[in-house]
């Protein structure tokens, strides 16, 4: 089993920055990608940006050029750092991690950016 704990979520205003963690434990031997997703009220989930094993990085339109993904292997955590927030970024931000190519998913962490 595969536990994940997110943490960083919180509220800023328009313009600032949060930085998001995610900590894997547990069942983690043959962790591939790693990555964000968002959902926002009334609206499907959405990628945010992934992370492989190797480092390839991608990222939604939306986010380019603000939000830059990471991840620490020996710590088993990725990270979601963003900058430049807005009102629109605003949703429950999750983690999702995939072992051996099945995804699995945190609790979410909400993202509120005010105006």
């Known amino acids: 089993q595969v536990q994940l704990v997110e943490s960083g979520g919180g509220l800023v205003q328009a313009g600032g920055s949060l930085r998001l963690s995610c900590a894997a434990s547990g069942s983690i031997f043959g962790i591939t990608g790693m990555g964000w997703y968002r959902q926002a009220p009334g609206k499907q989930r959405e990628l945010v940006a992934t992370i492989t094993g190797g480092g390839s990085k991608v990222y939604a339109n939306s986010v380019k050029g603000r939000f830059t993904i990471s991840r620490d292997n020996t710590k088993n955590t990725v990270y979601l750092q963003m900058d430049t927030l807005k009102p629109e970024d605003t949703a429950v931000y999750y983690c999702?991690?995939?072992?051996?190519?099945?995804?699995?998913w945190g609790q979410g962490t909400q993202v509120t950016v005010s105006s």
């Open positions: 999702n991690v995939a072992v051996y190519g099945k995804p699995n």
